[in-house]
């Protein structure tokens, strides 16, 4: 029997032995999937928690449902952050799109020296790119959306980094001498992991000079120089075989 499926709801959504499904679901679960009273669905809270549900009631804007079934999913460690550099276009769609469904925790658009892309509409980008993330984290089964964060210079991400215990720091670069399965491997005690991914034309010397100075280890993703898309999905990879 297929799995019920799945949409997130917010932890304030759940009252009692209810919840109530609000918002563009209600039109996806009744419209799209032609969903009605007695069936069932899985809600996640976002933090761990997930309900199966029977739907009670059906109406135009709401969803009313009962609580079946509450279970708790582990959050997957170590959390990723990924410093993406704004590449051109729409490739940033697509890398958040392809973050999320290999388990990124975090996502900063950064403004490099290098950037292209004029950012004038910075709430419009945001908003979207967390649409994108909520739609994929459901799509791939994830019990949590990744955050997006404001859109940053390099400068200031490397100032406000989390630089705790714990944390590996990464950067893949074209003249980085450290393979990354190094890098990964034997690293048990690891909770955080920050990547840096430069736009098109790459991260200047400047640039990873300042990272190195804090504490990231410049690393080779193989003898071929990667597009910034693709570069972020092959770390993103390795760290999952790595650790998942």
């Known amino acids: 029997m297929p799995k019920p499926p799945r949409f997130f ?3 304030e959504q759940v009252v009692g032995s209810r919840i109530i499904v609000s918002v563009e679901d209600v039109h996806h679960i009744t419209t799209v999937l ?11 809270d976002g933090k761990g928690t997930e309900y199966t549900v029977k739907i009670a009631q059906v109406n135009g804007t709401e969803i009313a449902t009962e609580i079946v079934n509450e279970s708790r999913r582990q959050i997957p460690y170590p959390r990723v952050t990924l410093g993406q550099g704004l590449p051109k ?3 940033m769609d697509w890398i958040v799109q392809k973050a999320t469904e290999l388990g990124v925790w975090n996502i900063v658009p950064l403004i490099t020296e290098r950037t292209i892309v004029k950012v004038g509409d910075e709430k419009k980008r945001i908003v979207r790119w967390r649409k994108i993330c909520r739609e994929a984290a459901m799509q791939s089964n994830r019990v949590d959306i990744p955050a997006i964060g404001h859109i940053l210079s390099f400068k200031d991400f490397l100032r406000t980094s989390n630089f705790e215990p714990g944390t590996l720091f990464l950067l893949p670069w074209e003249e980085g001498t450290t393979p990354i399965k ?7 005690d690891v909770n955080d992991i920050i990547v840096l991914i ?6 200047t010397t400047a640039e990873v000079e300042m990272a190195k ?4 280890h410049l690393v080779s993703l193989g003898p071929n120089i990667l597009r910034t898309e693709t570069a972020a999905v092959a770390v993103l990879s390795m760290i999952g ?4």
């Open 9 to 11: 709801i917010s932890p």
């Open 34 to 44: 032609r969903m009605k009273a007695g069936e069932m669905l899985i809600l996640s």
């Open 89 to 91: 276009s729409d490739k």
């Open 182 to 188: 190094d890098a990964l491997h034997g690293k048990s």
């Open 198 to 203: 430069g736009p098109e034309g790459g991260f």
């Open 213 to 216: 100075g804090k504490g990231f």
């Open 241 to 244: 075989y790595e650790y998942r």
